[in-house]
């Protein structure tokens, strides 16, 4: 029978079997029954935001502010439309606020300088306005580099590095650093419901496999799968993900990817993987995107769930195209298409060019809840398991996992 035959496609008869219920050996063991040795347990991502720790101290200098319409319309030649444009409402006045450029060029879109070379355009185009980033010295994230001062090494960028909320040292989280003192990607920020809420609404499916557990405590080597989902996230009449529901992986072995890890004190953490995932979405855009040296970390809940975050190096290009695909994105976050992307490129920590020296990518962490599933895997062929690409450091502080109570906190 094919893997992707309809009768295979079920719902699971036993609730509560995720790898999170299974590591009974926590004290949140709860009406979970213990995890049998050996035993493969499936989980589907049923929540993906970015990470933002709640600090007052994170912007001094307050938030950041949309463009100031005026300059723009002043440069309308006409004096009638003008004097209409100044009387209209702010989306009204969208496209010339786009195209504030040399010659009204399009500011905000990369590919308005490709489609044109010989014209200014895009976020270079003009001069650097500036961008209000996160000061505060607390984030959620991981050591990605190694050290605890953010100094260059051969594959990363010198920059600023953050404490995390249980004293952890080096964190690195630049995507935060950027994006942090902006409308809708603060920790109140409506963009990270949002971003969840179209992945629970049907957008793309994220489905994790562990496989291996000796203990559910301590277990030394676990082999863990990332598949991008065939099927749409299945919800109650209340708009809950429901538990131990069926889905298919892609059958696409560009969409998924295996890698090692481990269990200790009840936090699974995996070895870093480059992936690709090409669905994700932060507004109205989908593309593919590179996380490079990716890798997971997360802990157990009462519930049988699971809680976390994915961490890694993504691509700041792919991050701008994400959050300024939009005609009205700098009035929505409150940024401008100039400050983020400068302040992208300033701010990128990873992926260093060989040849330029310029680091391409900025590192990241996105918060994760996984509900229990049931995976309908293709079948591997021979050969072609994805191989962890390197060894995460160790886990400090089993405690330094993010909490339910952190996340509702901020929430």
């Not at 439309?81 to 879109?109: I, M, N, W």
């Not at 605890?148 to 909320?165: I, M, N, S, Y």
């Not at 598949?227 to 992986?249: C, M, Q, T, V, W």
């Not at 990716?294 to 809940?301: K, P, Y």
Request: hydrophobic share 35%; aromatic share 6%.
């Amino acid at each position: 029978m094919l893997w992707n035959d309809p009768a295979l496609v079920f719902r699971r008869k036993f609730a509560g079997r995720g790898i999170a219920a299974l590591l009974c050996g926590l004290a949140v063991c709860g009406s979970a029954g213990a995890l049998a040795a050996g035993k493969t347990e499936d989980f589907v991502i049923s929540s993906f935001m970015t990470s933002a720790y709640n600090d007052a101290g994170n912007c001094p200098h307050g938030l950041n502010e949309a463009p100031d319409n005026k300059p723009v319309i002043d440069r309308v030649p006409d004096a009638e439309l003008r004097a209409a444009l100044s009387k209209a409402l702010p989306e009204d006045v969208q496209y010339l606020r786009t195209h504030r450029g040399p010659d009204f060029a399009d500011v905000c879109h990369l590919e308005a300088g490709v489609s044109n070379p010989d014209a200014p355009a895009g976020p270079t185009s003009v001069p650097d306005p500036g961008m209000k980033t996160v000061e505060g010295k607390i984030s959620y994230g991981e050591n990605l580099d190694g050290t605890d001062d953010g100094a260059a090494t051969e594959t990363t960028c010198a920059h600023r590095k953050f404490v995390g909320p249980n004293g952890e040292k080096g964190i690195d989280n630049q995507l935060f650093r950027v994006l942090g003192c902006s409308i809708g990607f603060g920790p109140q920020g409506w963009f990270r419901e949002y971003s969840s809420q179209q992945m629970r609404d049907g957008d793309h499916t994220i489905l994790v496999r562990v496989e291996g557990v000796d203990d559910p405590r301590n277990s030394p080597s676990v082999q863990v799968s990332i598949y991008e989902g065939a099927d749409p996230l299945i919800k109650d009449p209340k708009g809950d993900i429901l538990r131990d529901e069926s889905y298919r992986a892609s059958d696409d072995s560009r969409r998924r990817w295996s890698t090692t890890g481990r269990i200790a004190d009840g936090v699974l953490t995996t070895d870093p993987i480059d992936i690709t995932l090409t669905k994700l979405r932060f507004v109205g855009m989908q593309i593919p995107t590179a996380i490079k040296g990716m890798r997971l970390r997360l802990a157990v809940q009462p519930d049988g769930s699971a809680k976390g975050i994915m961490v890694g190096y993504q691509n700041w290009q792919d991050i701008y195209r994400l959050v300024t695909h939009g005609k009205n994105d700098e009035l929505s976050f409150y940024f401008t298409c100039p400050g983020v992307y400068r302040a992208l490129e300033r701010s990128a920590d990873g992926d260093k060019d060989p040849r330029t020296g310029q680091c391409r990518a900025v590192s990241v962490s996105y918060d994760l809840e996984l509900t229990p599933a049931h995976v309908i895997a293709p079948p591997q062929p021979a050969g072609k398991t994805a191989q962890a690409v390197g060894k995460t450091a160790g886990l400090r502080d089993p405690g330094a996992t993010r909490t339910a109570e952190a996340s509702a906190n901020d929430r």
